[in-house]
């Protein structure tokens, strides 16, 4: 009997900055009394990048299917018999990924999502599993 495998994302340094940014922001926004709005949106940001750190994760289901997860937005679902091609990447642009190191996940001959697995060659095989015509590209 088949179990889904998840995997968390990896984090990169640079969420790891930007979250410290937003975290001195925001306590200083407190010690300085500033504006409340200004205090709220520094602090309901700080709890947006602490909620996407700890949930950000890619879930490979036992019944084919790719979920990508990303805190408050919604999930991301493919079959993993439609994904053509995996590729890495280090492209900077917003995805459900918190490093640059990345994949891209081809949906036929278009690029389906960003994703950052922590351990990629285990992601790409268990993908493989259940669809062994994905081409890996370099």
Known sequence: MEIDREFKSKV???YHVGLGIIA??????????????????????????????????????????????CSIFPEKRIKIEEITAVERSAMPVSSYALSLDRLI???GSHPWLLVSPTDQQEFVRCLR?????IEVRN
């Open 129 to 133: 599993k259940f669809n062994p015509e």
């Open 105 to 107: 996940i081809y949906q």
């Open 24 to 69: 001195i922001c925001t306590i200083g926004s407190f010690v300085q009394h500033s504006p409340v709005f200004v205090m709220i949106a520094l602090l309901l940001g700080l709890m947006l990048a602490i909620h996407m750190l700890l949930n950000t994760w890619y879930r490979i289901t036992a019944d084919g299917y790719l979920v990508a997860h």
């Open 12 to 14: 990169g340094w640079i």
